[in-house]
């Protein structure tokens, strides 16, 4: 049961080169999020998908992209890398908005 | 007011202590709310959910305090396991709002 799957684990980027996060859910969830967590600083949503086929900017878009590309998988894409973007960066589901959320692992980014 | 707010600590407590943390909330729509454990680095892990008026996990209680607009947890019989980082998340409307607290932090020494 493998929950929420993120890849890659850790990643380090030049300013200005660009990648995407991939996320994959197994649980059926509908709503899939992206955040961010600065050291010492609590999560920050930057983007979100209710449901298959939309999604919406959350408190920090600016800088990603996303895509639901089906029901099980959100990616984040970074266009040009930033070093303000270094963080690490959580794929979470959750069946609705108001229920909990299932979190990956994680993705370590550092950008230079 | 911040959307969220609690206490960061660190809270330092013995093995067997009992403690509470506190978290207020500003909105007062917010419908749903979620207690999460993040050990250092890690993915925050769902401790408890709280529709109504409270909910109790071994040992582990949440009360929610509508009038006041705060939600605590609380915690018996601290394990040394029990150390990590407490996140609030109080939830309203929409999945953007969906707002985390910075968290409490907890070590429970031996």
């Known amino acids: 049961n493998a929950g929420v799957t993120q890849t890659p684990k850790f990643q380090v980027l030049k300013t200005g080169q660009s990648m995407t996060l991939q996320c994959a859910q197994d649980?059926?969830?509908?709503?899939m999020y992206w955040y961010r967590q600065d050291p010492g600083m609590g999560l920050r949503l930057i983007y979100y998908?209710?449901?298959?086929?939309?999604?919406d900017k959350g408190e920090v878009p600016n800088g990603y992209n996303v895509s639901r590309l089906n029901k099980r998988e959100f990616s984040l894409r970074l266009e040009s890398a930033a070093p303000s973007q270094t963080s690490v960066y959580f794929c979470?589901?959750?069946?609705?908005?108001?229920?909990?959320?299932?979190f990956g692992n994680g993705t370590r980014l550092t950008v230079t | 007011r911040k959307e969220v707010e609690q206490d960061p600590g660190p809270f330092n407590v013995p093995e067997g202590a009992t403690v509470a943390f506190n978290c207020t909330y500003s909105?007062?729509?917010?419908?749903?709310f979620f207690w999460y454990r993040q050990d250092c680095r890690k993915e925050p892990k769902l401790l408890m959910s709280?529709?109504?008026s409270g909910n109790e996990d071994g040992r582990f209680t949440a009360q929610l305090n509508r009038a006041s607009q705060y939600i605590s947890l609380l915690i018996r019989d601290s394990k040394l396991s029990d150390s990590a980082t407490y996140l609030c998340?109080?939830?309203?409307?929409?999945?953007?709002?969906?707002?985390f607290g910075s968290g409490t932090q907890l070590t429970v020494l031996p």
């Open positions: 998340v109080p939830g309203f409307g929409s999945a953007r709002q969906l707002t």
């Open positions: 998908s209710a449901s298959e086929g939309t999604t």
């Open positions: 979470a589901s959750s069946e609705r908005w108001d229920s909990p959320l299932h």
């Open positions: 649980m059926n969830h509908n709503s």
């Open positions: 709280v529709y109504s």
């Open positions: 909105n007062s729509a917010s419908q749903s």
